[in-house]
């Protein structure tokens, strides 16, 4: 008896020849109401962001926090310190700001990249060592002249109403992604 799960799609796959026909087929398919989208480029393709609805910031948001807290500890550490051992020298206060500068200027920088590269992880599921995409057919990663847009599949989708929006977009190909390797 088969598992019927095994052959439930991960998404389907349209093959396209240059980068401006794949923002445009993405842009059609979003302008359609397909939300769940994504693209499989060799490089960077610009307007592809916006094209796909992608606006997250939440690393940029993570690493500014992240450097706001590496700052205020390294300050309010080295001020703690200083007043619970004071040390009078040569006439410096005892909160002397300019003696602080480096030390908070590092733990700013420590803070911003910790939290900045935590939070990318943490956002893109990494570290994943196989992605359902990979499987596909003709999704080859070393040619750098195919790009590839995925309408992935959902609680409501429709294989064959996916299939008829790709291939209005005149695709090269279209593949069908299975949701394991070897189904």
Do not use: C
């Not at 994504?38 to 992240?66: I, M, N, S």
């Not at 409501?156 to 992604?177: M, W």
């Amino acid at each position: 008896m088969t598992d019927p799960a095994r052959h439930e799609p991960f998404a389907l796959l349209a093959e396209f020849d240059d980068p401006e026909r794949l923002v445009a087929a993405a842009h059609a398919l979003k302008e359609q109401g397909w939300a769940r989208l994504d693209a499989f480029t060799p490089f960077p393709v610009k307007g592809l962001d916006e094209a796909l609805g992608f606006a997250d910031d939440r690393v940029a948001k993570a690493t500014f926090v992240g450097g706001v807290v590496g700052a205020v500890t390294a300050f309010a550490m080295q001020a703690g310190l200083s007043l619970d051992y004071p040390l009078w020298t040569g006439g410096r206060p005892l909160i002397a700001v300019p003696s602080f500068l480096m030390i908070t200027f590092e733990l700013t920088v420590l803070g911003a990249v910790l939290a900045g590269i935590g939070t990318l992880l943490v956002t893109s599921r990494l570290p994943r060592f196989n992605h359902p995409a990979f499987d596909a057919e003709r999704l080859d990663l070393s040619r750098d002249d195919r790009y590839f847009l995925a309408i992935l599949a959902g609680p409501t989708f429709d294989r064959d109403e996916a299939g008829k929006a790709l291939a209005a977009l005149n695709p090269r190909s279209i593949t069908q992604v299975p949701k394991e390797p070897g189904a």
